[in-house]
């Protein structure tokens, strides 16, 4: 392949990446993207995707299992048996068609697609390693996208019965043991669907609580459910090492725990991916281990931006994709700048939590007065209706004028309401709005206006 040039060149094509790409290439800009492992990044082969596949297996088993004792439904049938590895190509079936698309995606947009790992030359150029051998690649502007990979415990490295989430969507079997360490929540989502297949799941946190990121409102339910699919866990305990099927570790008050695990699964965070990018040849700032962005994508470099994980957190594929199209966007000419009002989050565990805007800590924490109005969804018809009362929705608003500044929900099914949630912060919806709109009965949504409602003082179903 001989030297190539282009307008853009993405370096990475995740979910920041791809979209980034293709929105240049509808634009009519020269777009070149470049991966080293594959279209769809951490979030379709490795992330996003295949975890919500397993989980779903995960959930469709356990239901079956739940169904062959007695339950209040009437449903009998057989104790299920799972053949794992189809599970497994099943998951990837579901990837492929994904990833398929993506190249797809990028071919229609006229966007070209180079596969080797790439290398900063100089501010303009990248150097990359493919399988018939090193091609430049000149460009007018670049855009890293390169991600993020698993952290590895120093004293535990990744090996062996050690795996990161990565090789935790591709055993070929249920671990009988599985021990996960950090209960963040690609921890607790994969810990939760592991147990729901039938492994022991012990969780190993060194907080002294689960998903330290969100308030304990929102985490006792998922508490709650850890304790019913008899998930230990164990909370304030440092993972210390791994011999012979046995994980070992140290509480906070110096006493010794021993964990019988046949896997051994770290979840303590992820890490920028710069390794290899060649960044000693650019003069970029950095914010720590991230590469440092302004509020249009930019970094240091005039011609270079960056977006998704490596810039930071939230490491989330919905904010690298919404960086990417505004990246195409500036590139192409268009005046654009960072200004969205929220970017909800979502933990698949179970029972799922979401949260977009402010909760009501960190509303006070910037001396707002605020409404905290939470409607319980064991009021709500339709979470009565799929047997899962736990949880609740949660709307933060301005006392003085009812804009709503946050709504967090925890809640079997609440991952669907998100749009909802980040549509009306971002369309700075006041209580009434919300509560003066028609939703559909019967649906979680309902728990939402009903949430409003509250917030105004008449809720009607509580
Ligand atoms: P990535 O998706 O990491 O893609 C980066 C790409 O760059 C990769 O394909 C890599 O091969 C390539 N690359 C890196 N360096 C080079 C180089 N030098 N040359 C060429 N190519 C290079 N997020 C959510 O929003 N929702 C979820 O439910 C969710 N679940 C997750 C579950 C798991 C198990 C994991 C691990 C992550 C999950 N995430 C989720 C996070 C999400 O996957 C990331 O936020 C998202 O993928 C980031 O997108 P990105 O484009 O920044 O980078």
Redesign the pocket.
Same mark, same amino acid.
């Given at each position: 392949m001989s030297d190539l040039s282009c307008k853009l060149l993405v370096?990475?094509?995740?979910?920041? !990446?791809?979209v980034t790409a293709i929105r240049a290439g509808q634009l009519g800009v020269d777009t070149i993207i470049?991966?080293?492992? &594959? *279209?769809?990044?951490?979030?379709?082969?490795?992330?996003?995707i295949?975890?919500?596949a397993l989980i779903h297996a995960a959930d469709e088993f356990a239901a079956s299992a739940a169904h062959s004792k007695k339950n209040p439904l009437g449903i009998s049938h057989p104790k299920p048996k799972i053949d794992f590895k189809q599970t497994i190509k099943w998951k990837d079936g579901v990837v492929k068609q994904l990833t398929g698309g993506v190249g797809a995606l990028l071919k229609k947009a006229k966007v070209r697609t180079v596969m080797?790992?790439?290398?900063f030359v100089d501010g303009k150029t990248v150097s990359?390693a493919t399988d018939k051998g090193e091609i430049k690649i000149s460009a007018e502007n670049i855009c890293i996208?390169? !991600?993020?990979?698993?952290t590895e415990l120093p004293h535990m490295p990744f090996g062996g019965d050690i795996i990161s989430?990565?090789e &935790? *969507?591709a055993l070929e079997t249920v671990p009988a043991s599985l021990a996960v360490i950090g209960a963040g929540?690609?921890g607790l989502?994969?810990g939760i669907a592991y147990a729901k297949l039938g492994a022991k799941v012990t969780i190993v946190e060194r907080e002294d609580r689960i998903l330290p990121i969100y308030d304990a409102a929102l985490t006792k339910p998922v508490l709650a459910r850890l304790k019913a699919l008899k998930i230990n866990l164990h909370l304030k305990t440092d993972a210390a090492a791994f011999a012979d099927g046995v994980l070992t570790g140290k509480t906070s008050g110096s006493k010794s725990v021993e964990i019988p695990a046949e896997k051994v699964l770290v979840t303590v965070g992820?890490s920028p991916?710069t390794?290899?990018?060649g960044l000693d040849n650019l003069v970029l700032d950095m914010d720590g281990p991230f590469i440092k962005i302004d509020d249009r994508c930019r970094t240091a470099m005039t011609g270079i931006y960056a977006?998704?994980?490596?810039t930071g957190e939230p490491?989330?594929?919905?904010?690298?994709?919404a960086q990417?199209e505004m990246v195409a966007e500036l590139v192409a000419g268009k005046a654009r700048v960072w200004d969205k009002a929220v970017i909800p989050?979502?933990c698949?565990t179970d029972p799922e939590i979401v949260t977009a805007g402010l909760s009501p800590d960190e509303a006070e924490a910037e001396n707002i007065e605020i409404i905290n109005a939470m409607f319980p969804l064991a009021a709500n018809g339709r979470s009565l209706a799929i047997e899962r009362t736990d949880g609740f929705i949660r709307i933060v608003a301005r006392k003085d004028n009812h804009l709503v500044l946050g709504i967090q929900a925890v809640g079997k099914g609440c991952a669907e309401l998100a749009s909802g949630f980040g549509l009306a912060i971002e369309m700075g919806a006041r209580l009434e709005d919300i509560a003066d709109t028609i939703h559909a009965h019967p649906t979680q949504g309902e728990a939402v206006q009903e949430a409003a409602l509250k917030g105004l003082g008449h809720a009607l179903h509580i």
């Amino acid at each position: 392949m001989s030297d190539l040039s282009c307008k853009l060149l993405v370096i990475g094509a995740g979910p920041g !990446g791809y979209v980034t790409a293709i929105r240049a290439g509808q634009l009519g800009v020269d777009t070149i993207i470049v991966d080293g492992e &594959a *279209l769809g990044g951490t979030c379709l082969n490795v992330g996003c995707i295949p975890s919500k596949a397993l989980i779903h297996a995960a959930d469709e088993f356990a239901a079956s299992a739940a169904h062959s004792k007695k339950n209040p439904l009437g449903i009998s049938h057989p104790k299920p048996k799972i053949d794992f590895k189809q599970t497994i190509k099943w998951k990837d079936g579901v990837v492929k068609q994904l990833t398929g698309g993506v190249g797809a995606l990028l071919k229609k947009a006229k966007v070209r697609t180079v596969m080797g790992w790439a290398t900063f030359v100089d501010g303009k150029t990248v150097s990359v390693a493919t399988d018939k051998g090193e091609i430049k690649i000149s460009a007018e502007n670049i855009c890293i996208a390169s !991600g993020s990979t698993s952290t590895e415990l120093p004293h535990m490295p990744f090996g062996g019965d050690i795996i990161s989430s990565t090789e &935790a *969507l591709a055993l070929e079997t249920v671990p009988a043991s599985l021990a996960v360490i950090g209960a963040g929540y690609i921890g607790l989502e994969l810990g939760i669907a592991y147990a729901k297949l039938g492994a022991k799941v012990t969780i190993v946190e060194r907080e002294d609580r689960i998903l330290p990121i969100y308030d304990a409102a929102l985490t006792k339910p998922v508490l709650a459910r850890l304790k019913a699919l008899k998930i230990n866990l164990h909370l304030k305990t440092d993972a210390a090492a791994f011999a012979d099927g046995v994980l070992t570790g140290k509480t906070s008050g110096s006493k010794s725990v021993e964990i019988p695990a046949e896997k051994v699964l770290v979840t303590v965070g992820r890490s920028p991916q710069t390794k290899g990018l060649g960044l000693d040849n650019l003069v970029l700032d950095m914010d720590g281990p991230f590469i440092k962005i302004d509020d249009r994508c930019r970094t240091a470099m005039t011609g270079i931006y960056a977006i998704g994980d490596v810039t930071g957190e939230p490491m989330l594929a919905h904010r690298a994709m919404a960086q990417g199209e505004m990246v195409a966007e500036l590139v192409a000419g268009k005046a654009r700048v960072w200004d969205k009002a929220v970017i909800p989050a979502i933990c698949f565990t179970d029972p799922e939590i979401v949260t977009a805007g402010l909760s009501p800590d960190e509303a006070e924490a910037e001396n707002i007065e605020i409404i905290n109005a939470m409607f319980p969804l064991a009021a709500n018809g339709r979470s009565l209706a799929i047997e899962r009362t736990d949880g609740f929705i949660r709307i933060v608003a301005r006392k003085d004028n009812h804009l709503v500044l946050g709504i967090q929900a925890v809640g079997k099914g609440c991952a669907e309401l998100a749009s909802g949630f980040g549509l009306a912060i971002e369309m700075g919806a006041r209580l009434e709005d919300i509560a003066d709109t028609i939703h559909a009965h019967p649906t979680q949504g309902e728990a939402v206006q009903e949430a409003a409602l509250k917030g105004l003082g008449h809720a009607l179903h509580i």
